[in-house]
Every structure is written in structure tokens, then in C-alpha cells.
């Protein structure tokens, strides 16, 4: 079974930076963040291959990074300019074709 555990978040003002990182237990095909707003559906918020071919939601281009550490298994996600309605639990996803695999979660809140 595949295990993404992820790290970071947290309370920032708004215009702030945060990051989240999140480490996959194997290699996967794609790996991305999502996110899910109290009473809103889970969004994509970018993706990333193994061949390094990015996807951005059009809410976070220019303000959002999503990068990878092959070796590590790790992706990150660097978020700046952070607006309140950024705030959300973000979880790290992992997309292998055959199986899709999620993480815990972590809590970013964005508030002055």
C-alpha cells in the first residue's frame, strides 16, 4: 500500500508564505495537490509528473509552485501572496493509473 504523508501548513496573514511537502512511499506516475474549503467540493490545485510537465489551477498561477524531489519522492508545494480564500485543508494525491492514493491532509488557514 502506498503512503503519502505530508507536511507543513499552518496560520499565516494574508500576503504571507507558506509550504507543504509530501513524501510518497514509492515512485508515482503523477502527484498533485488538491484542496477542500469548509462546504466546497475538493479542487484540484496543481500537478506534476514524473517527467516534470506542471498543471496549475488558474486561482493560484503566478502565486503557487509545485516542484519535485525525484529521489526523495518528495513534491512540494511553495504558496505566496496567500489569500483568505486560500484557506482549506490541502491534500497531496498520488495517480499510479491502476491505483490513486491520498494523504492525511494538513490545515492551511490564511487570516489576519
Known amino acids: 500500500q502506498v503512503q503519502l504523508v505530508e507536511s507543513g501548513g499552518g496560520l499565516v496573514q494574508p500576503g504571507g508564505s507558506l509550504n507543504l511537502s509530501c513524501t510518497a512511499s514509492?515512485?508515482?506516475?503523477?502527484m498533485a495537490w488538491y484542496r477542500q474549503a469548509p462546504e466546497k467540493q475538493r479542487e484540484l490545485v496543481a500537478d506534476i509528473t514524473l517527467s516534470g510537465k506542471l498543471n496549475y489551477a488558474d486561482s493560484v498561477k503566478g502565486r503557487f509552485t509545485i516542484s519535485s524531489d525525484k529521489a526523495k519522492r518528495t513534491i512540494y508545494l511553495q504558496m505566496s501572496a496567500l489569500k483568505e480564500e486560500d484557506t482549506a485543508v490541502y491534500y497531496c494525491h498520488g495517480d499510479n493509473f491502476y491505483a490513486k492514493y491520498w494523504g492525511q491532509g494538513a490545515q492551511v488557514t490564511v487570516s489576519s
Open positions: 514509492e515512485n508515482i506516475y503523477k
